[in-house]
């Protein structure tokens, strides 16, 4: 914009009405108007009042053309020096023939400035008496029209925000509940925290077995007899925690996976009933400097992907062989112990160990002398893309133990124990598919006895990974039983789960180091294109969510048609190997194949449907064989919240 000083250079051929093409060279003759420069609400490029020039200019063309008889192009360039475009104007002196028409023109001209002036004043008005009319919102898309010339009220635009005064962890305690796949409860700051949850599985499964499997127990046969089953697979109630910020606690129990009987005897429908038992009973302090998490009371211990996961969501209805022959069948799983957990970039890279007491009750205590263990878990994630849909998952887990002292033998009569107390371990394994509730009710497939070592040590090895819809899962275990030998005692409570089957020499054998082992993989493939969730917390897979959940409602209410959505639905298949035969002692070899459909009908509820086919291996002390094949097929209704 020119200065007061400055000159407004007006060429004029004739008067303009809107925007023209360039003038380039054009000869208006002589006349060059020269106007000192002031500014004025309706100017243009702050030049003169535009029904002032209007005038001005028509008679300077009229005058001009007439004197000169010169014919120029209908254009009139207005402009400021140092404009980098003058403003240029088309003319309509061309249709304006005589001074009545400019006279006409200018009165138009001044009507519209009066009404403008007019309506300049009622706003005044109404600015003065607070009535103005509101301005227009602008949407969220229009983008400023220019920015601030002066730096401060560019400052002044800006919102300035409040600094967030200290709070003290544990003023806030207001609760406020919510549903986020359980029932729970917290506070603003999240330092207070309740969850209350639980889980029921109910399981019906049907059987077909070959010769060798179908014999009794004297013969190789399986002890107990598989038989089909309707039955109660978990049914557990949960509330966790968490108080101050970084304490946190939980406590859940089971109330049908135990059985009240001795564990001597193997139990009818008649005397076996429910008890409930403790799984989670513990309280950590997160957040400790160098240790990280510390975890105290009867918990999972850190050894083996599959044991961490939990049986809410399995992707198959049981764990592997090898978890129930090596991941502590007589406990539920759980030991009364301490834990430390760490991580670091990210969780990308973690580790966990702890010290727990062997145990073979599920009530989360033990009362005998020795029989602890060390336990611990390095895991990494040389992948980890886009919230874990793509991921590689490396682990290893191993355990030294001494394993527990128990009594050598149970009276007959009143159950009591009786014997001295010796270092014993028993590895077992039920099948993919189990019969019946939980305990000596099941059938099993693979058993080394009762068998008495100095000390044990157990490695695991974990290579998981996920990529959008497709996963795969596989673990590798191994035992070693050092200075391992049959029970000295032939005649005790325990002879119906030592050597019933004969697979075990003469009693007091010494065996020494006996090694067993055993694997799996899974492959599997969601068909809506879901991903696997993953926890970086706990190192493992955690809650699949369906895209939709599953619903059938009727468009336009009643008669019209069905909509649907189909909730996730999942495909695998996983191999599975377990041996417990070395040396003189004959436990049974099994491979299994096991196809998997699992429908997911909203995150809180599944069915799964599971066909197994199983073939067992096994030739007893007395060459009895019972070695077949034992095909399986099991649906379950899972639902937990």
């Known amino acids: 914009m020119a200065k007061s000083s400055d000159k407004v250079v007006c060429t004029v051929s004739t008067l303009y009405e809107n925007f023209a093409v360039p003038p380039d060279q054009v000869d208006c003759g002589p006349l060059a108007v020269h106007f000192d420069h002031y500014r004025s609400?309706?100017?243009?490029?702050?030049?003169?009042?535009?029904?002032?020039?209007?005038?001005?200019?028509?008679?300077?063309?009229?005058?001009?053309?007439?004197?000169?008889?010169?014919?120029?192009?209908?254009?009139?360039?207005?402009?400021?020096?140092?404009?980098?475009?003058?403003?240029?104007?088309?003319?309509?002196?061309?249709?304006?023939?005589?001074?009545?028409?400019?006279?006409?023109?200018?009165?138009?001209?001044?009507?519209?400035?009066?009404?403008?002036?007019?309506?300049l004043e009622q706003l005044e008005k109404k600015t003065v008496s607070g009535d103005a009319e509101p301005l227009p919102t602008p949407s969220a898309t229009d983008k400023p029209k220019g920015k601030p010339t002066d730096k401060a009220a560019a400052d002044t635009s800006k919102e300035v925000k409040k600094p967030e005064e200290p709070y003290e962890i544990g003023t806030d305690k207001a609760f406020k509940s919510k549903w986020s796949d359980t029932l729970m409860a917290e506070s603003a700051h999240k330092d207070f925290r309740v969850k209350i949850g639980g889980r029921t599985q109910v399981d019906a499964v049907a059987f077909s077995t070959g010769a060798g499997p179908e014999q009794s127990a004297g013969r190789a046969g399986l002890a107990p007899e598989l038989a089909n089953t309707v039955d109660l697979r978990r049914a557990r109630f949960r509330i966790e925690g968490r108080m101050y910020e970084v304490y946190d606690w939980a406590c859940e129990y089971d109330f049908v996976n135990q059985l009240n009987v001795n564990a001597s005897t193997i139990p009818n429908e008649r005397d076996a009933g429910p008890l409930t038992a403790v799984t989670d009973l513990w309280m950590q302090i997160r957040e400790l400097p160098i240790l990280g998490t510390v975890r105290v009371g009867n918990q999972k211990d850190p050894y083996g992907f599959e044991h961490l996961t939990s049986s809410r969501w399995l992707n198959f209805m049981e764990r592997s062989f090898s978890q129930d022959a090596f991941e502590g069948p007589f406990n539920n799983g759980f030991l009364p112990g301490i834990q430390i957990m760490n991580s670091a970039y990210d969780g990308r890279v973690a580790w966990q160990v702890g010290e727990f007491k062997n145990t073979n009750n599920p009530f989360g205590f033990s009362n005998s002398?020795?029989?602890?263990?060390?336990?611990?878990?390095?895991?990494?994630?040389?992948?980890?893309?886009?919230?874990?849909?793509?991921?590689?998952?490396?682990?290893?887990?191993?355990?030294?133990?001494?394993?527990?002292?128990?009594?050598?033998?149970?009276?007959?009569?009143?159950?009591?124990?009786?014997?001295?107390?010796?270092?014993?371990?028993?590895f077992r394994s039920r099948g993919d598919i189990r019969n019946g509730p939980p305990g000596p009710l099941n059938s099993i497939y693979a058993d080394t006895g009762l068998l008495e070592a100095n000390w044990q040590n157990m490695i695991g090895l974990e290579f998981v990974?996920?990529?959008?819809?497709?996963?795969?899962?596989?673990?590798?275990?191994?035992?070693?039983?050092?200075?391992?030998?049959?029970?000295?005692?032939?005649?005790?409570?325990?002879?119906?789960?030592?050597?019933?089957?004969?697979?075990?020499?003469?009693?007091?054998?010494?065996?020494?180091?006996?090694?067993?082992?055993?694997?799996?993989?899974?492959?599997?493939?969601?068909?809506?294109?879901?991903?696997?969730?993953?926890?970086?917390?706990?190192?493992?897979?955690?809650?699949?969510?369906?895209?939709?959940?599953?619903?059938?409602?009727?468009?336009?209410?009643?008669?019209?048609?069905?909509?649907?959505?189909?909730?996730?639905?999942?495909?695998?298949?996983?191999?599975?190997?377990?041996?417990?035969?070395?040396?003189?002692?004959?436990?049974?070899?099994?491979?299994?194949?096991?196809?998997?459909?699992?429908?997911?009908?909203?995150?809180?509820?599944?069915?799964?449907?599971?066909?197994?086919?199983?073939?067992?291996?096994?030739?007893?002390?007395?060459?009895?064989?019972?070695?077949?094949a034992i095909n399986g097929f099991g649906t379950r209704l899972a639902f937990d919240f």
């Not at 005692?489 to 697979?503: M, V």
């Not at 799996?520 to 917390?537: D, K, Q």
């Open 41 to 119: 609400p309706f100017t243009a490029h702050g030049s003169l009042p535009l029904a002032f020039l209007r005038v001005i200019f028509l008679l300077a063309s009229l005058i001009g053309s007439a004197q000169s008889g010169f014919c120029a192009e209908d254009f009139l360039v207005i402009g400021e020096p140092g404009d980098s475009a003058p403003l240029e104007l088309r003319s309509v002196a061309a249709r304006l023939d005589s001074f009545d028409q400019v006279s006409d023109a200018l009165l138009q001209e001044r009507v519209k400035i009066a009404a403008l002036e007019t309506r």
């Open 369 to 426: 002398n020795g029989g602890s263990q060390t336990v611990g878990r390095f895991v990494m994630l040389p992948v980890f893309e886009d919230e874990g849909r793509k991921l590689l998952h490396l682990g290893v887990s191993g355990r030294t133990m001494e394993p527990q002292r128990r009594s050598s033998g149970y009276d007959q009569t009143t159950g009591d124990p009786t014997g001295p107390t010796l270092p014993y371990t028993r």
């Open 465 to 628: 990974g996920n990529n959008g819809p497709w996963s795969f899962q596989s673990e590798y275990f191994g035992s070693w039983l050092y200075n391992a030998r049959t029970p000295s005692l032939a005649d005790n409570g325990y002879q119906n789960i030592k050597n019933t089957s004969g697979q075990q020499p003469a009693p007091g054998t010494a065996l020494g180091t006996v090694f067993y082992q055993g694997c799996y993989a899974e492959v599997l493939y969601f068909l809506t294109g879901e991903s696997r969730t993953y926890s970086l917390i706990e190192s493992r897979f955690d809650r699949p969510i369906p895209r939709n959940n599953f619903y059938v409602v009727r468009e336009g209410g009643r008669g019209g048609r069905p909509a649907v959505s189909e909730g996730a639905w999942q495909l695998g298949v996983r191999y599975n190997y377990l041996c417990l035969s070395d040396g003189q002692v004959n436990g049974g070899v099994l491979n299994g194949m096991t196809l998997g459909l699992n429908w997911l009908m909203n995150p809180n509820a599944r069915i799964y449907f599971n066909y197994d086919f199983t073939y067992r291996q096994f030739v007893n002390a007395n060459n009895v064989n019972g070695s077949g």
